[in-house]
């Protein structure tokens, strides 16, 4: 799909406030509501939008602390990889997790209350593991740019 200067307008203004009404999106981008809505409507439909969510504190809901973790594993079978990744993507703390290139094998970010949750976490959950090989556990000191 081409997006054209419209396009690009109208995820600017949405990527920094999912709750515009039509109304005012059209306003900001220079159009009227009703071809505003179809560009939104085919964006969304191209799955160029893929969604709307609120972005809650983390703190509000008892995860005020989240650590980011490189993680390296020494499976070297498909099944054990597949079943690692299967495994800690379903933990409830895990809220992002990605595969790298090169090392570490994986980034995940853990979101938990405090730092006797993020033990717990680590030593009933993600210690002993099959495949894991080392953690390297990274706590932020402060947040200094974040896109969510």
């Not at 059209?26 to 969510?53: H, Q, S």
């Amino acid at each position: 799909m081409r997006l054209d200067a419209v396009d690009h307008e109208i995820l600017f203004h949405l990527s920094r406030d999912g709750r515009l009404s039509n109304v005012e999106l059209a306003r900001r981008v220079g159009l009227t509501p009703p071809p505003c809505l179809r560009r939104v409507k085919r964006l969304e439909d191209a799955g160029v939008i893929a969604g709307y969510r609120a972005i809650i504190d983390p703190a509000a809901t008892g995860r005020g602390l989240e650590v980011l973790l490189d993680i390296e594993i020494q499976a070297q079978d498909l099944k054990t990889v597949q079943e690692f990744e299967t495994t800690v993507a379903a933990f409830d703390e895990v809220i992002e997790f990605r595969r790298m290139f090169g090392r570490p094998d994986y980034l995940m970010r853990v979101a938990v209350a405090d730092h006797a949750a993020y033990e717990a976490f680590m030593s009933g959950k993600l210690i002993g593991q099959p495949g894991l090989l080392r953690v390297e556990s990274h706590l932020t000191m402060k947040v200094i740019k974040n896109n969510r």
